[in-house]
């Protein structure tokens, strides 16, 4: 994978440069990223910060689901700070029984323009707001929120963008119900069903290559075996459910090709997919790493506005 994430280029500033690169490899930004890359696909949205753990840079993802923002510039995403919270259950020992139970607790941090606040965990209760009390309190004093908010697919007028399965969710409950019925049909009837045609009283039937059949003479025995002609029709028409969701999705596979293709036919059959990674190129590229990465150079260098040397970062190759 070391081929497959962009470089940053700062034009006429090769110290700079080297200074950023170097950044995001202590930082480790792109396997953060994948992760980021993979919440967003997922729910429309992806949010990735850093902090400094004893001087060392560290970026960080943050699950979208848990995260309420607070925006300074709705336009450009620009947080003015951040508030993650979620239950999630505790084993305590009840003081009456002794007994170990389970406890839902809350799990809350908020992040903002100058400080970034990890409480103490408090039980969920009766729904009432906890007492908060601060466990952990870093005031950083940056003059911005190091979290860069990130929508997906983009989506006018909303906070959160689109996931990459936006429009097929249906199509792929249709698929999972045809693979189900279908695999069960299969296993169901791989053991072939005896029919003994006959007036005679039967004794008991031993089946298998160790027992041989004895039926009255006139009587017939036979194995009857599933067709398999609804089980086909299944098959084809996940077959095309799979194909029709792809094509929504914007998905090619390689693989799909039944015939060899020229070039020209290869790239028509992945324009659709070339146009989506542009978009994303952009959502994470222009209006994910850049900002973020003007936002840590300037709490490096103790800038109160992320611009870098004045400017931005130019180029990503």
């Known amino acids: ?120 965990p408090t039980p969920v209760g009766d729904g009432q707001e906890p007492a908060w009390q601060p466990q952990t309190a870093i005031r950083h004093g940056f003059g911005f929120c190091p979290v860069q908010w990130i929508q997906n697919l983009p989506v006018v007028g909303d906070i959160d963008g689109m996931p990459d399965c936006d429009g097929i969710y249906d199509t792929v409950e249709e698929i999972d119900l045809l693979g189900s019925v279908g695999d069960r049909a299969i296993v169901a009837n791989l053991d072939p069903t005896l029919v003994v045609s006959t007036d005679a009283p039967l004794e008991e039937i031993k089946k298998g290559p160790d027992n041989a059949l004895k039926v009255p003479v006139g009587s017939t025995a036979s194995y009857l075996e599933i067709s398999g002609a609804g089980i086909k029709i299944g098959q084809e028409r996940k077959a095309e459910l799979r194909k029709e969701a792809m094509e929504i999705a914007q998905v090619f596979l390689e693989g799909d090709a039944d015939v060899p293709q020229t070039a020209t036919e290869v790239e028509r059959r992945f324009s659709a997919m070339f146009g989506k990674a542009d978009v994303l190129r952009e959502q994470y ?10 936002m840590v150079v300037a709490a490096i260098k103790g800038f109160a506005t992320p611009r870098i040397d004045g400017g931005r970062v130019v180029k990503m190759s």
Request: aromatic fraction near 12%; glycine fraction near 8%.
């Open 285 to 294: 590229g222009e209006r994910g790493v850049k900002p973020l990465l003007e």
């Open 1 to 120: 994978s070391q081929k497959r994430h962009p470089r940053v280029a700062l034009a006429g500033d090769p110290i700079s440069e080297d200074f950023i690169n170097a950044l995001i490899e202590v930082g480790r930004l792109w396997p953060t990223m994948m992760q980021a890359r993979t919440f967003g696909g997922a729910t429309g949205t992806a949010i990735i910060g850093f902090q400094f753990i004893n001087g060392v840079l560290r970026f960080e993802v943050h699950d979208p689901r848990w995260v309420f923002p607070a925006f300074a510039d709705r336009s450009e995403f620009r947080l003015k700070g951040i508030e993650k919270r979620y239950q999630y259950p505790t084993e305590v020992r009840d003081p009456e029984t002794g007994n170990w139970v389970v406890v839902p607790m809350w799990y809350r941090r908020t992040i903002d323009e100058e400080q970034d606040v990890i409480y103490k």
